[in-house]
Nanobody
């Protein structure tokens, strides 16, 4: 089993920045992908960004140029730097880790972009 603990959400004004963190613990495999999804009220969960253990990244079109995903393999931690935030970025952000054909999810952290 893998446990994921997220932090860094909160309330920010449009144009502001937030940094999310997610740390994995438990049964850790070196070959893995970590990432972030989000779910806004009344909408389906959608991919935001992923990063492989080798550092290869993938972004949703709506965050390209604004969000940056990174990871520290020694700390089993993935980060999401979110800049130029918009009200439509308001959602619960979920961390995910894929390893050994399984997917593990964090509990979610709320990000609210509002003036």
């Amino acid at each position: 089993q893998v446990q994921l603990v997220e932090s860094g959400g909160g309330l920010v004004q449009p144009g502001g920045s937030l940094r999310l963190s997610c740390t994995a613990s438990g049964t850790i495999f070196s070959i893995n992908t970590m990432g972030w999804y989000r779910q806004a009220p009344g909408k389906e969960r959608e991919l935001v960004a992923t990063v492989t253990d080798g550092g290869r990244t993938n972004y949703a079109d709506f965050v390209k140029g604004r969000f940056t995903i990174s990871r520290d393999n020694a700390k089993n931690t993935v980060y999401l730097q979110m800049n130029s935030l918009k009200p439509e970025d308001t959602a619960v952000y979920y961390c995910v880790r894929y390893q050994n054909y399984d997917a593990y999810w964090g509990q979610g952290t709320q990000v609210t972009v509002s003036s």
